[in-house]
């Protein structure tokens, strides 16, 4: 898929399957700043002002300058389980789902 560059790629947002998730902490290690392990040993996102979403399927947008820590992270995610898709349309660019 095509991803256009400049202000298009600001809008993205990521979230994490809880249920794949191994508690390895690879994105914690890579993007600290959007992810984070909880007492639950699962992996959560962000928001922008460091709080931890839990409900299922929570995204937070990808700040561009952490964009590719975050591919990355759902690169290397050994649960598969980190979808970083567009804001516009859903359409995941990024993760185990996209084209
Ligand atoms: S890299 Fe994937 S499997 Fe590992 S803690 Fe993060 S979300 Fe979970």
């Known amino acids: ?4 560059a400049g202000a298009d790629s600001a809008e993205l947002e990521v979230w994490i399957d ?3 998730c ?6 914690a290690q890579y993007a ?7 007492i639950d040993g699962l992996a959560y996102v962000k928001s922008a002002d460091d709080e931890l ?9 990808v700040p ?6 975050v591919i990355d992270s759902a690169k ?12 516009s349309d859903r359409a995941e660019v ?4 996209a084209e």
């Open 1 to 4: 898929m095509q991803q256009a």
């Open 18 to 20: 809880q249920d794949l």
């Open 53 to 61: 979403l839990q409900d299922k399927g929570a995204t937070t947008p």
């Open 22 to 27: 191994t508690g390895d902490g690879i994105c």
């Open 32 to 38: 600290p700043e959007v992810f984070e392990l909880d």
């Open 64 to 69: 561009l300058p952490l964009l590719t820590d």
């Open 76 to 87: 290397e995610c050994p649960g598969e389980c980190i979808h970083v898709r567009r804001v």
């Open 94 to 97: 990024y993760g185990p789902d």
